[in-house]
């Protein structure tokens, strides 16, 4: 199946700063998803990619899918307290009959300090 | 819309016994996998469903099965339970075939063994 890993486990921002989260593979993967958990919750999606060198923004969320399809990134800029919670990357499995099956990274816990 | 519901929220029971947990998806979804979530291990995928049959299945023991009913409702039952089985076991399901596929989540029941 298709891992990941994801980089860094834990970020502590200052509000207002921005951060970086990656996640990288040593094979090419096919897609990628991410995912938010806030505390207490459960994870919510965010976003897919699935193309070569693909960016997607969502307000204050840019993600964008390597070149090589071996790496993706969430960048947040200007951090809020909102942003607080795990970030999960995730990647679906592209069989014909195993799709059903996402395999998540470690995630990044993110904690804002005001 | 309904979204993914799972019950019971929480539970506790105690080594040795038995438990089934149940999820009921989003209407029309007839993918619906289940997921272990522990601050040591992450987030781990169990197994997958789909249309009555399990498509996938994750490294766990046969201690962790699993069905799904006509109407796309899916249970987990963990048999003779031991500490570590303590976890946020997560239900997810999906509507479309394929990659890309976004997993709606429930909000998940959380275990504890004593």
């Known amino acids: 199946g298709q891992q990941v890993m994801q980089i860094p486990q834990y970020q502590h921002v200052q509000e207002g700063e921005d951060f970086t989260t990656y996640c990288n593979s040593s094979?090419?993967?096919?897609?990628i998803q991410w995912y938010k958990q806030r505390p207490g919750g459960h994870p919510v999606f965010l976003i897919q990619?699935?193309?070569?060198?693909e960016v997607k923004k969502q307000k204050r969320l840019t993600f964008q899918f390597g070149e090589a399809k071996k790496n993706s990134s969430l960048h947040i800029t200007a951090t809020q307290t909102t942003d607080v919670g795990t970030y999960f990357c995730?990647?679906?499995?592209?069989?014909?009959?195993?799709?059903?099956?996402?395999?998540f990274g470690a995630g990044t816990q993110v904690v804002v300090t005001p | 819309k309904a979204g993914v519901t799972q019950t019971p929220r929480y539970l506790i029971k105690t080594r040795g016994q038995q438990v089934t947990l149940s999820c009921s998806p989003i209407?029309?979804?007839?993918?619906v996998s289940w997921y272990q979530q522990t601050p040591g291990q992450g987030l781990q995928f169990l197994f997958e469903?789909?249309?009555?049959?399990?498509?996938n299945k994750g490294n766990f023991p046969g201690r962790f099965s699993g069905r799904q009913f006509s109407n796309s409702r899916s249970e987990m039952n963990v048999s003779t339970l031991e500490l570590g089985d303590s976890a946020l076991y997560l239900c997810?399901?999906?509507?479309?075939?394929?990659?890309?596929?976004?997993?709606?989540f429930g909000q998940g029941t959380r275990l504890t063994v004593v």
């Open positions: 209407s029309g979804h007839r993918s």
């Open positions: 094979t090419t993967l096919s897609n």
């Open positions: 990619l699935v193309k070569s060198g």
């Open positions: 469903y789909f249309s009555e049959t399990q498509r």
């Open positions: 995730a990647v679906r499995d592209d069989g014909a009959d195993s799709w059903g099956k996402l395999q």
């Open positions: 997810a399901s999906s509507a479309q075939q394929g990659v890309g596929t976004e997993a709606f």
